[in-house]
């Protein structure tokens, strides 16, 4: 079955370190995403990619980036990890809208603490 | 900005009782509302959607309803069970592969 993973699960770090979320499915889908999850802040999108080679910002984009090599994995990398970006990290990925859905599928989270 | 706004953040009902969530949404150019059941420790998943040229939209327990004048849309649980507890989220899709989600509603189904 298609599928979403994400990796790690749970990740321990300390300020200033670099660190990198890994996002890949299965579902050979155009478009991905990367949320996080605050309390009282709901889904807050970070990058988006429409594709291969494509990048785009999100509404809290600041400290964050992603590239796209390929259709399978959107990595999101924190350049040098602050207090404030502990937070629990969603993936996600929708077809293209042309197919009529806009449904997307998110992975299982990655919960980061930043130290 | 485009914008959702969620109520209530937190609701208790009784095993067997309704559960309602209301979503307002701010872009009129919005045409899809989909409806996220989160559990804990898990992501997201769909659990119904209804799209702008449609009022209303049911799948067994779980209803949907779209007021496109007033930018309202709800979510109905009916026959709540104890595994409906989890965290709802509304969302709007504006176009351009852009979603708006909702702050999120905590349900909790007493036994």
Redesign the interface.
């Known amino acids: 079955d298609a599928e979403i993973t994400q990796s790690p699960r749970h990740k321990i770090t300390e300020t200033g370190r670099q660190v990198t979320l890994a996002c890949h499915q299965t579902w050979n889908h155009n478009?991905m995403f990367w949320?996080r999850q605050d309390l009282?802040?709901?889904?807050r999108?970070i990058h988006?990619s429409?594709g291969v080679q494509d990048t785009n910002k999100g509404e809290v984009s600041d400290g964050y980036s992603v590239s796209r090599s390929n259709t399978e994995d959107l990595p999101l990398t924190l350049e040098s990890a602050a207090s404030s970006q502990t937070s629990v990290y969603?993936c996600?990925s929708?077809e293209s809208?042309t197919s009529g859905s806009?449904?997307?599928?998110?992975?299982?989270?990655t919960r980061l603490l930043v130290l | 900005g485009e914008n959702v706004e969620q109520h209530p953040s937190t609701l208790s009902v009784q095993e067997g009782d309704s559960a309602v969530i209301k979503c307002t949404y701010s872009d009129s150019a919005s045409n899809y509302f989909p409806w996220y059941k989160q559990e804990l420790g898990k992501g997201p998943q769909l659990i119904i959607d209804i799209r702008s040229n449609v009022g209303e939209k049911k799948d067994q327990r779980i209803a949907v309803t779209l007021n496109k004048t007033a930018k309202h849309f709800s979510l109905h649980i009916t026959e709540t069970q104890p595994e409906d507890s989890a965290v709802y989220f509304c969302a709007a899709y504006t176009g351009g592969f852009k979603t708006i989600f909702g702050a999120g509603t905590r349900l909790f189904v007493k036994a």
């Open positions: 478009n949320y009282g802040h709901g889904l999108l988006y429409y969603f996600a929708s809208p806009e449904t997307q599928y998110f992975g299982p989270g």
